[in-house]
């Protein structure tokens, strides 16, 4: 069980490169020690402590490490949203976004392109919403294949927006995976759904989940891990 700290009318925040950013701080019954990373779009900082430490010991704790965090802030990618002449990222690709009113509103996939028309006002929420669709039709089909695999009935799949996870499994009527996945290679994509159907056999990370997924995932598990630690922020860049 996690309990936050955060209120909307107190939060702590603290400055990172001249910027003012709240922290976030819980507190988690199996941690050990304190824990920091920064939000993936570098919105808030975040802290876990064992339930026996103080408040104050979170502050102290993120203020001392206050260079690592503007290292890691400056490592976030800009917000760039779409248009017209830009790219977008699909499947590990970027994609030539062609606006011309003459297209549809709905956007169109056409080999390394894609065709949209209507308002440019509204391009990036018509180009995150067909991104979304895309997400839920692949991540659908993934699920479907592991779940076969695994012998198990193929349970509801869920977009999450979250910020913190790229997926989750709590409990066996329910997947959740990040949308923003459709942005990465298929291989780092394929690996959440085959790590959430794991646990579906397996409701932790003990050597019985990790043999499950080895067998189930038919790529190389410590290279998706590694794309995701190393380049997973780069999928908030379009949309945050």
Partial sequence: MIDWLRGPAEDPVIEVGGRALPLAIRRHA?????????APD??????????????ADAL?????????LERQLAAVPRSEPPAPGGTLRYRGTELA????TGHRRAPRLDGASLLVGGLQQSLAVRLRRWLEK???????????????RAG?????????RAQRRWGSCSDRATIRINWRLVQAPDHVRRSVVAHEVAHLA????S?????????????????????????????YAAFG
């Fill in 30 to 38: 199996r941690a050990k020690r304190l824990t920091m990373r920064l």
């Fill in 60 to 68: 102290v704790f993120a203020h001392a490490r206050s260079d690592w």
């Fill in 134 to 148: 895309e997400a839920e039709r692949l991540c659908a089909e993934d699920l479907a294949f592991y779940c076969a």
């Fill in 97 to 100: 976004i062609v606006w011309d």
């Fill in 42 to 55: 570098g919105s808030e900082v975040r802290v876990t402590l064992p339930r026996w430490c103080r408040t």
């Fill in 207 to 235: 050597p019985a989940f990790h043999a499950e997924l080895a067998r189930l995932y038919e790529g190389d598990i410590k290279a998706a891990d590694r794309w995701l630690k190393e380049r997973g922020r780069e999928l």
């Fill in 152 to 160: 198990r009935s193929t349970p509801q799949i869920r977009l999450s």
């Fill in 202 to 205: 397996h409701f932790d990370h």
